[in-house]
């Protein structure tokens, strides 16, 4: 009997510590290059983030696994729900768009890459002397970044997990970047927002062609290491990575990459890529609906309280975004793919309450 307690008890341990404590944590300083500090230390609204720690506890925003929040440098939130821990590698789903931004912007401060001008089908001689269409010859790295290729594509109609949806259509195939080069053509390159992820599988290939290195050693290298990013993973499938979807980070990698662009370039003082770079990938490019923007895969929108935030969205309710005027970033991960949008809030209405919690929308 004395055995059986025992064995009780170890299960019960073991059971607790797959849970998270739900109360307000201060982060831990891991020497990761993340400074800490509090919500009190940083004149943050700690009863109104009592009450939305409270919300997703309570799962009223579905399935959420960590929620990492940077002001004025520090990291002053760090929770994880629903049995997630900090070491755990989140899937980044299209969050990971955003990466090619970035990347093509130092390949072009190398001298890799003249400018966002050139033309996608430079890389691919290939194809170019074999490929009819006028349109898609004026295709360039700038349309490929802002989601205005002009290629036909749709895989918003159908559910993502439908088989006719062109997005899984295309991750069936055996060679990604064929399947996406040959597409047809719909519109002009540069009039019109489609998002369309075979652009993201094919800015990686421009990069591994322009570099000679395929997109996660040229992210090791230039990205990765100078962050402190140790840990990482990359859905690869016949040597084309999935650029538009497929890497794994943790979360507090996810807020340094995030606090990267707030800090236009610069991880502890030293530039990974040049400001006027990041104001470039910020700038609007063309409007998606009022008050969306397109940038260069981040997208822009006039908040209510009149500020101006840059997000990248991903399934399942990935979200980094930056906030300039209150000199904060967000990241949220989460997995609610399987959670009907009538059983959850919206995750717009926790970033709307966050932003509260600064002294400066009081």
Not at 43 to 50: E, T
Not at 72 to 93: P, S
Not at 95 to 123: C, E, H, P, R
Not at 141 to 166: A, C, F, R, V
Request: aromatic share 10%; glycine share 6%; charged share 25%.
């Amino acid at each position: 009997m004395k055995n059986l307690f025992t064995v009780l008890f170890i299960f019960l341990i073991l059971s607790c510590s797959n849970q998270n404590d739900c109360s307000y944590q201060k982060p831990i300083d891991l020497a990761d290059g993340l400074k800490v500090s509090t919500l009190e230390e940083q004149n943050l609204d700690k009863s109104l983030f009592d009450k939305i720690n409270n919300d997703l506890c309570g799962r009223k925003y579905g399935k959420i696994h960590s929620l990492l929040v940077i002001v004025n440098n520090c990291l002053v939130i760090e929770q994880y729900y629903n049995g997630w821990k900090r070491e755990q590698l989140h899937f980044l789903a299209s969050n990971t768009k955003s990466f090619n931004s970035i990347l093509i912007g130092i390949a072009i401060q190398q001298g890799k890459i003249k400018d966002v001008n050139q033309k996608m089908l430079n890389y691919f001689p290939e194809y170019e002397k074999n490929e009819k269409d006028s349109l898609k010859h004026k295709i360039t790295i700038k349309n490929l970044l802002t989601m205005t290729s002009g290629l036909k594509w749709d895989e918003q109609s159908l559910p993502q997990n439908d088989t006719n949806n062109m997005g899984n259509k295309i991750e069936q195939t055996d060679d990604w970047l064929k399947s996406c080069l040959v597409l047809p053509m719909d519109t002009n390159p540069g009039t019109k927002y489609v998002y369309c992820g075979p652009n993201d599988i094919i800015l990686s290939e421009i990069i591994r062609k322009a570099t000679g290195e395929n997109i996660a050693e040229f992210a090791e290298r230039n990205l990765f290491k100078p962050l402190g990013i140790k840990e990482y993973k990359w859905f690869v499938k016949n040597g084309v990575y999935d650029s538009g979807g497929g890497l794994r980070l943790k979360s507090r990698d996810i807020a340094k990459y995030g606090l990267l662009h707030l800090n236009k370039g610069k991880w502890r003082d030293s530039a990974i890529v040049s400001e006027n770079w990041i104001n470039e990938i910020f700038t609007p490019y063309i409007e998606i609906k009022n008050p969306f923007y397109s940038c260069y895969q981040w997208q822009m929108i006039k908040t209510e309280f009149g500020l101006n935030a840059w997000f990248i969205p991903g399934n399942g309710g990935q979200i980094i975004s930056i906030i300039p005027d209150l000199n904060m970033v967000v990241v949220i991960n989460a997995d609610n793919r399987n959670i009907p949008k009538n059983k959850r809030l919206p995750v717009e209405y926790l970033m709307n309450d966050l932003m509260k919690l600064h002294p400066k929308l009081k």
